[in-house]
């Protein structure tokens, strides 16, 4: 989960803050395979047993990142759009 202390917070945020500035700096085009970069390289730096365990937990830190944002900005995003269009299952399909 990404809710960590505040003083944890404190510690990174002067690094991820320059990161996000570099990242920045990227067109849109090119950010998603320097972002891929950094996830792998960040989760192959973060952990010195290379096993099974070791990369499901890899796996998993990156699974709860896709949910934590779906969560927090998909979501509330659909939920805008449902109501601005009307939702999807406006009514009832019955098949015969």
Avoid: H, W
């Avoid at 792998?40 to 499901?56: I, K, R």
């Amino acid at each position: 989960m990404p809710y960590i202390k505040k003083d944890m917070r404190d510690k990174i945020y002067p690094d991820l803050e320059k990161l996000i500035d570099n990242v920045r700096t990227f067109n849109e085009g090119q950010r998603d395979g320097v972002l891929n970069y950094i996830f792998t390289v960040m989760l192959e730096g973060s952990f010195d047993l290379e096993n099974y365990l070791t990369y499901q937990r890899k796996i998993g830190i990156l699974e709860c990142c896709k949910l934590e944002l779906y969560r927090r900005g998909v979501a509330p995003y659909e939920e805008e759009k449902k109501e601005e269009n009307g939702d999807v299952l406006y009514r009832t399909f019955r098949i015969k």
